[in-house]
């Protein structure tokens, strides 16, 4: 990936990086801060994950071309490394195909699981 081709932006505290339904443009890695991963159903929200420094999000709508699962907010002022979808693409598409396999396989059963936590903690 070209150095070039990232770019850093960063969020203040209790800012939405992206929200649950959206499109997924761009995956991130945490330089500095802290981000909560939180999925809601309508009513109530349910936080899934906290993504420190070194940290990578927003790289699951990359791969599967999916809205984002969830919403990524900044849990204190963050500074993230932005990884656009093309450059993540070209990632994947050099990847030995075995890896492509199992990351696609992880990736659903986060999803999954993701889904059925939120549907039995929130209703």
Do not use: W
């Amino acid at each position: 990936m070209a150095e070039q081709s990232l770019e850093t932006r960063e969020y203040k505290s209790g800012e939405i990086i992206f929200s649950q339904g959206d499109t997924g443009d761009d995956a991130f890695i945490v330089e500095s801060g802290q981000i909560e991963i939180a999925r809601g159903n309508g009513n109530a929200e349910l936080v899934i994950a906290t993504i420190d420094e070194g940290g990578m999000f927003g790289e699951m709508a990359l791969m599967d071309d999916s809205p984002r699962m969830a919403t990524a907010r900044a849990m204190r002022k963050t500074k993230c490394i932005v990884i656009p979808k093309r450059a993540f693409s070209k990632l994947m598409q050099g990847a030995h195909p075995v890896l492509r396999v199992v990351l696609n396989t992880m990736m659903q059963r986060v999803r999954g699981k993701a889904s059925k936590t939120v549907g039995t903690t929130l209703g």
